[in-house]
Structure formats: C-alpha cells, structure tokens
C-alpha cells in the first residue's frame, strides 16, 4: 500500500512507523510503504538520524531499521477538571471559530478526551455542559480552504488562492502565509504575493477556494 507524504511529513510518518513497529523493518519495507525509491528511505534514514532520532540497524532475522526501545515521549496526565478546562477552552475556539486551524485543534482535544478513563469522561462532561459561551463568531470557512490554508502555514508552502476583493472581483494568486492576525470576528492573512513580490493582507473569509503549491 503506498502512502505519498511530502518529505517532512514523510520523515515524521517514518519515524511514527517506526515507532510502532515490534520488530525492525528492511529500507525496501519502507520504500514500498511510502512509495519511494530505496535511495530516498536511505536519505531519510540518514536525515533521522541527524535529527538525534536514536535509530539502530540490527542484523539477522527479525532485524531491519528499528528505534531505540526506550524512545518515547513521555506521558502527559490530565485530571478531570484540568481536562475539562482544555476541552471547554478549544470548542469554545472552534465554536467561534477563533482560529483558522480547526482541524488540528479538534485532534488535540480528542486525544486529550480519549486519554481520559470513563468515569473521568462523565465528570469531564458534567464539567463542560455546565459552561457557556456568548459572542459572535467568524465568518464560516470551507473546511478544505482551512485545511489548505493551515497546511500551507504550518509546513510554510506556498498557496494558489481564489480571492474575492472589496469590489466583488474575484483574481488568482499565488502567496506564502507569513502570520494570521484574529481581529474581532474577522481573520487577516499575512502574505507574499509570489506574483507580484511584495507583501499583502488577505481576508480568510474572502478565499474563495485553496491550493497547495509544489
């Protein structure tokens, strides 16, 4: 099955498969999982290992490329009601739509829910269902324009954007995203315009559709 990532996301999904894995796996594993050739895996590998990733090639059956066993991240424990106030925190967030990056936010706070026991999940509801936000949120965004847009922001590529303008046109253009500024209910993109090599502000709202560049 192959799996096409660009290569920071690919480096990031070596290692998480890596991660996994009980037993080490061959570089032509790797190849045929992420659809690449055997030159790229050994470029990544290498490019882990300068990353400090604690890689080991072991030998004989049962060897391949593996981690380090006691490779992990260490364990974060919420309570109940440190939960609660997270979760309340970022629907609240999502709710307004105070960030452009719902997506990731909404994962965050799934995790931090299913670490939770269930007994700790029914006061973390009890906790939430008693709070109540007023205020007026942002303009609604296509889940895929946010998408896009956060893709392009966290891993800096540039963007190809349908922009409607004040006086209704709508133009093509292609930008990088150099920071997002939330005034009020409106979010306020700061590019490059790669077509004209200088700086502007764009409303999110106004993005008519998204595409990632390169």
């Known amino acids: 099955m192959f799996i096409l990532v660009r290569r920071k996301s690919r480096l990031f999904a070596i290692a998480e498969y890596l991660r996994g ?13 992420f659809g690449v050739t055997l030159r790229t895996v050994y470029r990544d590998l290498e490019a882990l290992r300068d990353a400090a990733l604690p890689l080991r090639a072991d030998r004989g059956r049962g060897g391949g490329y593996a981690l380090d066993r006691a490779y992990t991240l260490p364990p974060v424990n919420f ?18 739509r105070v960030l452009p990056f719902s997506d990731t936010l909404a994962a965050a706070l799934d995790k931090v ?17 008693t709070l109540s936000f007023l205020g007026v949120p942002a303009p609604a965004i296509a889940p895929a324009i946010r998408r896009a847009v956060e893709t392009a922001w966290f891993e800096q ?36 315009d790669l077509d004209k090599a200088e700086p502007r502000q764009f409303r999110l709202d106004r993005i008519q559709s998204a595409e990632i560049l390169g």
């Open 21 to 33: 894995r009980r037993t080490g796996t061959t570089a032509a594993e790797i190849a045929d999982r």
């Open 79 to 96: 309570t109940a009601r440190e939960a609660a106030v997270l979760t309340a925190l970022g629907t609240f967030a999502m709710q307004m």
């Open 113 to 129: 829910r299913a670490a939770l026991s269930a007994s700790a999940q029914r006061e973390l509801l009890a906790h939430v269902a």
């Open 157 to 192: 590529l540039p963007l190809r954007i349908q922009y409607r303008g004040a006086d209704g046109i709508v133009t093509d253009r292609a930008v990088r995203i150099r920071s997002a500024v939330m005034e009020r209910s409106i979010t306020f993109l700061n590019c490059d």
